[in-house]
């Protein structure tokens, strides 16, 4: 039987739930995203939930659980530092989005996700969900041993947006570059200036 959990609030990143494209590791058309938690987020429910299925499959012994599914743990619940990268003098740059002492995890399915707001309305255009906002995760915990490779990965349900944020590597929404535009000329009448491209 498959684990459900639902995730903390996370910052998402490299948001793709609209349209699915091709994973080259498996050749497989999916869905997914990147969840970004901060270090104050509480992960136990999903260490809980990934614990359970993995119990499901190889025991409550986890001493006698695979090799790789032990280091399954690490890979799945990756330090956020990972992303970061070093600049020219060696030094380890804050990624943006990616906080010091947090963890992301990716989240993927090769059904589309349903995508609501915070009243949980559904989310039809792909621009209102950008990286940076912030979310919650509806998944599954799935367990697998293909050829000798066992491990378990977190499958996406359903996405909530629960809130604007910040948009990530330096992507801007229309509504934080512009005001609403209100004009003071009634539709077809003259602004009495000059003719704006120069003609008598």
Known sequence: MSQQVTTPIF??????LFQARKNDLNG????GC?????KAADLTGMRTAATAACEEKWGADKAKWPAKVKERFKSVFRKNEDKWKEDSNGNK????????????V????EKQPGVVDAQ???ILEPRDLYA????????????????????????????????????????????DSFKPFKSEAKAGASSGGDDLWGNE
Not at 28 to 31: L, V
């Open 34 to 38: 990147v969840a970004v938690f901060d």
């Open 132 to 175: 940076g906002c912030y979310c919650l995760a509806a998944c599954n915990v799935g367990v697998y041993d293909q050829g000798g490779n066992p491990g378990f990965s977190f499958y996406l349900n359903h996405i909530q947006k629960v809130r604007d944020g910040e948009p990530l590597g330096g992507a801007t929404r229309p509504e």
């Open 106 to 109: 990716n989240l993927k399915t």
């Open 93 to 104: 740059v804050e990624a943006d989005g990616y906080p010091a002492g947090g963890v992301f």
């Open 28 to 31: 497989k058309m999916e869905f």
């Open 120 to 122: 949980v309305k559904p």
């Open 11 to 16: 910052r998402i990143s490299y948001p793709n």
